[in-house]
């Protein structure tokens, strides 16, 4: 076979170049198969390619948000914070990506734009926005699950005089805010990182905020060497560690209730939390904080305690406080100094909830109240979660079906990784699997080792093909349904259930049952002969 056919007729087309593409590049080729990463950014990276935006940086400490599969790559990499910045962790995603040698199957600024199932050839056929037309045995969707942004339609926007930006896909210049008047819009955690820093910048700032969030203190600091070189004499341990934990990072599981222990002692716990700072902290306070309201109660009104001592104005204070959901029901943000910006005297708030939105206009943006007159307005307004990065590409299965049609109704998948009637084709970190609220690199290696090991299983058993059977879907979906309802989770209007998009089903997306729990599920499944799943011969391996 030539070169060219070999490029038109692949093993694998994997789709993205961030974390996920990468590691399955790695692996895959790994196994001999060929594959080919199509990647729609200039670089490698994924969301830390496109969330250049200031202040962005991970909320998960640097040591373990970092692959874990070459204990060389663990050793020879020295993290600078305790969080990294965005611009560290895209530089330690190019060097993965010249260490390992990755660039030469990547093919970048190519957005694949279809994938159809040929039931004939058993292959799908993927096509991009670059004319690429290729046939391969596997798809691995490594798509990520806040790649699709969202900018509301907010009538007038095009009328606006000067510059407008989503935090999701910043310019790679940056953008210099000196002398000017912003409006962010959005208090998730993009506005919240990016408002401290913009506000030290700009002359004005406009918060332009819906909902009111909880936000924790990172308390980010450097990483001494002393630090860094213990994790390393224990990285093995620490990793063990992550993947037997709830959220695949190192810690200790909480025992206790919250309401076991009296307000002094509990008061003192959540005290140590917020002065240790990170989300791990607060939310491994205690155990039943995400399915008991009265639990969960103690700790929002101790960040609330917080808030009204931190904001000076009790008026802005009182706007600022969340109320509207339970604690860590969304996912909780991590700040450095977000509460104190709005104690600067070049910083405004405006409650939407009082005065909305009505429309942009040539001078900023006009609430029922007033125009607030503006030269640059930043979207930190999120992205259509889990769901949105695989629809917005024309995906069908069998019988030329539209993904998008069978998950009218919302996310169908079997392990958050197969989806039936789509034979061969792999969600990385897809809905139904832990990904979102666990370490993504973690979850992100289990799904590709899973996947290689499938793969391998495959050719050494000559089968062609894997698909998830529906009864075995039901059944995952009902699951996951289940131990979602057993929590607060839907009591938030939050992108985990798909509530920030109009339209969008209202369905609980990630596996909430802990990222230990999940992958020896999947383990199981694979020891078990992928049960769940129907496998067919590979016609080419047969005997003539
Ligand atoms: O997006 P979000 P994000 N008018 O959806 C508001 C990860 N992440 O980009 O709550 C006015 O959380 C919306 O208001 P409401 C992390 O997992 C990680 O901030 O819908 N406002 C909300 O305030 C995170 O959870 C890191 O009422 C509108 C905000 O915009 C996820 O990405 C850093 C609006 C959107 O918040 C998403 O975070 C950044 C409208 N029409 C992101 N539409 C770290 O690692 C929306 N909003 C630290």
């Not at 950014?41 to 991970?58: D, I, L």
């Not at 075995?472 to 989770?489: K, P, R």
């Amino acid at each position: 076979m030539s070169a060219t056919d070999r490029a038109r007729h692949l093993d694998v087309v994997v789709v993205g170049a961030g974390f996920g593409g990468l590691y399955a590049l790695h692996r895959l080729r790994g196994l001999g198969l060929s594959v080919q990463v199509y990647e729609a950014g200039s670089g490698v990276g994924g969301t830390w390619y496109w969330n250049r935006y200031p202040g962005a940086r991970c909320d998960v400490e640097s040591l373990e948000y970092s692959y874990s599969f070459s204990p060389e790559l663990e050793q020879e990499w020295a993290w600078s914070e305790r969080y990294a910045p965005q611009p560290e962790i895209l530089g330690y995603i190019n060097h993965v990506a010249d260490r390992f040698d990755l660039r030469r199957d990547i093919q970048f600024d190519t957005r694949v734009t279809a994938a159809a199932f040929d039931e004939t050839a058993g292959r799908w056929r993927v096509t991009t926005d670059r004319g690429d037309d290729v046939s391969a045995r596997f798809c691995v969707m490594a798509t990520g699950c806040l790649s699709a942004v969202t900018t509301p339609d907010i009538e007038g926007l095009s009328s606006f005089r000067g510059n407008w930006y989503h935090t999701g896909q910043w310019p790679h210049g940056g953008v210099d805010f000196s002398g000017q008047r912003v409006g962010v819009v959005g208090t998730g955690s993009s506005g919240i990182q990016s408002i401290p820093v913009i506000a030290r910048q700009a002359s004005h700032l406009v918060v332009f905020q819906r909902t009111p969030n909880f936000s924790l203190p990172a308390r980010n600091e450097p990483l001494t060497p002393d630090t860094q070189a213990e994790v390393k004499a224990g990285y093995r341990a620490l990793r063990d560690k992550a993947r037997s934990s709830f959220s695949a990072i190192a810690v200790a599981a909480p025992t206790e209730l919250a309401l076991e222990v009296d307000p002094a002692e509990r008061r003192r716990r959540y005290e140590a939390a917020w002065a240790r700072g990170g989300l791990m902290s607060m939310t491994t306070t205690f155990r039943d904080l995400i399915v008991d309201k009265a639990a969960n109660d103690t700790a929002a009104e101790f960040i609330r305690s917080k808030i009204r001592e931190i904001v000076v104005d009790p008026d802005v204070a009182q706007a600022l406080t969340p109320t509207d959901h339970p604690f860590a029901t969304k996912r909780p943000c991590l700040d450095t100094g977000y509460f104190e910006t709005f104690n600067r005297d070049n910083v405004t708030l405006v409650d939407l909830r009082q005065t909305p939105i009505t429309e942009i206009v040539p001078a900023g943006i006009r609430t029922t109240e007033r125009v607030h007159e503006l030269d640059t307005i930043v979207f930190a307004t999120g992205f259509d979660a889990m769901t949105g990065p695989l629809l917005r590409i024309d995906i069908r299965g069998r019988g030329d079906r539209p993904l998008s049609d069978k998950w009218s109704a919302g996310p169908r998948t079997y392990l958050g990784i197969a989806t039936a009637g789509f034979p061969n084709l792999f969600i990385l970190t897809g809905p139904g699997s832990p990904s979102v609220l666990s370490n993504m690199v973690m979850a992100i290696e289990q799904h590709v080792d899973w996947i290689a090991d499938c793969l391998s299983y495959l050719g050494a058993n000559g089968l062609g093909t894997i698909e998830a059977t529906v009864e075995a879907e039901d059944a995952w979906v009902d699951h996951v349904n289940q131990l979602a309802s057993a929590t607060l989770f839907p009591r938030a209007n939050s992108w985990y259930m798909g509530a920030n998009v109009p339209g969008k089903p209202r369905v609980f997306l990630p596996y909430v049952g802990g990222f230990p729990q999940y992958r020896s599920t999947c383990d199981d499944v694979a020891a078990d002969g992928y049960r769940g799943f129907g496998l067919t011969a590979d016609p080419a391996a047969e005997p003539a």
